[in-house]
């Protein structure tokens, strides 16, 4: 009997960017990363193991290779409470859901506001004290634009929270649109920003063209998140309406990034100190969106060997592709689909032993996936 082989799309094989890093500063961010849990003593072993911490700068120091050790553990700090808040709204319901985003949110906006004692103040105070530190230095406009993508962000995560307690199925547009908030891109964007010494107006980050770049380089990564779940995508027959969707992204994102440069179709110039810092913000979005593809793809070895110290608990959040997606408007039958709950670290590495058991050249593709294309 013939094998059936699945093929995983190059999905960035005309991609000019390629892979820089770790970040110099990596080690001393994550001492200081483990130093700061280590002193929150409303925080227990059980809920953040040393283990998280250092997943945690590890994504920083790959995404953000270039920022200053003290612009590296805020990013660090970020990647930390980016997965506190995906493990700990994943066990919600959506009116809780929102209670504690609303806290969260309030705490960054109101940075000396004492926050109440108990259980749901964790999560909150965490995001308070990494925003305290992260913006000190930071341009006006940068923090403005960071506490408005973080409010996306939170907002996506409450509705997610809503579609799980309904078993609400959400069509890809649907899908897409609110993983643009859920998936973090605006506010690691716009601490990209503040680690590149950046200080862009908000005319300029708000021109049709630049939305349109960052829209595009959040749909790379969520389409790569997807695509490296193989047993959702292949369930649902969507591999090559990811690999199409993503090629339009990318193609789209380099011509845009070609008028930018080139002042083409509209495109002003901002004068050449603006368009000097634009073309770094660009750059650092380019590299941003290649490591994250390429851990996408990495995650599942990573997943397997964390399980036991997580007890079973998110390690890196969304970013390793684990929340559910139903391709209803894909699958063959014309009834909408079966709700797919996003599996915990033991089911997923159930899933990835179960592929290696029945079908092991997908295992394989995924391990051996070509990412230096």
């Not at 040393?50 to 050790?69: D, E, F, G, K």
């Not at 590296?72 to 919600?92: A, E, K, P, Q, T």
């Not at 002042?263 to 000097?276: A, M, Q, T």
Request: with cysteine; hydrophobic share 40%.
């Amino acid at each position: 009997m013939s094998a059936t082989v699945y093929y995983i799309p190059q999905t960035l094989r005309n991609w000019p960017w390629k892979l820089v890093g770790p970040n110099p500063y990596d080690q001393e961010a994550d001492a200081e990363v483990t130093s700061w849990i280590r002193d929150f003593e409303r925080i227990s072993a059980t809920r953040l193991p040393p283990a998280v911490a250092r997943v945690a700068t590890s994504l920083a120091s790959w995404a953000y290779p270039y920022a200053t050790l003290y612009d590296l553990r805020s990013c660090g700090d970020m990647m930390l409470v980016f997965n506190m808040i995906d493990d700990y709204i994943d066990r919600l319901d959506a009116k809780v859901a929102k209670s504690v985003c609303d806290m969260i949110m309030d705490a960054m906006e109101n940075l000396d506001k004492p926050l109440p004692e108990g259980e749901s103040s964790i999560v909150p105070e965490f995001a308070r004290q990494f925003w305290q530190r992260a913006s000190l230095n930071a341009p006006k406009a940068a923090r403005e634009r960071f506490l408005k993508a973080y409010h996306q962000y939170l907002d996506a995560v409450v509705q997610e929270a809503q579609h799980r307690s309904t078993s609400f199925n959400c069509t890809t547009d649907e899908y897409m649109s609110i993983r643009r908030g859920s998936i973090g891109s605006g506010p690691a964007f716009a601490l990209m920003e503040i680690s590149l010494g950046l200080d862009l107006p908000h005319e300029v980050m708000e021109h049709p063209a630049i939305v349109s770049l960052i829209r595009d380089a959040s749909d790379i990564i969520i389409l790569t998140n997807v695509n490296a779940t193989p047993f959702i995508a292949i369930l649902r027959g969507a591999v090559q309406w990811i690999s199409d969707r993503n090629d339009e992204a990318v193609e789209r994102f380099l011509a845009i990034r070609d008028d930018v440069h080139n002042h083409g179709n509209g495109v002003p110039s901002w004068g050449k100190d603006i368009d000097l810092q634009l073309e770094k913000y660009i750059n650092g979005m380019g590299k941003w969106s290649y490591y994250l593809v390429r851990h996408s793809f990495t995650a599942p070895l990573k997943l397997i060997g964390f399980v036991r110290m997580t007890n079973g608990a998110s390690v890196a959040g969304d970013t390793l592709g684990r929340k559910a997606l139903k391709f209803n408007d894909l699958a063959p039958s014309s009834s909408r689909s079966t709700y797919i709950p996003p599996p915990s670290l033991h089911t997923y590495a159930t899933y990835v032993m179960l592929i290696f058991e029945h079908t092991p050249e997908i295992l394989m593709i995924l391990l051996f996936y070509p990412v230096e294309a």
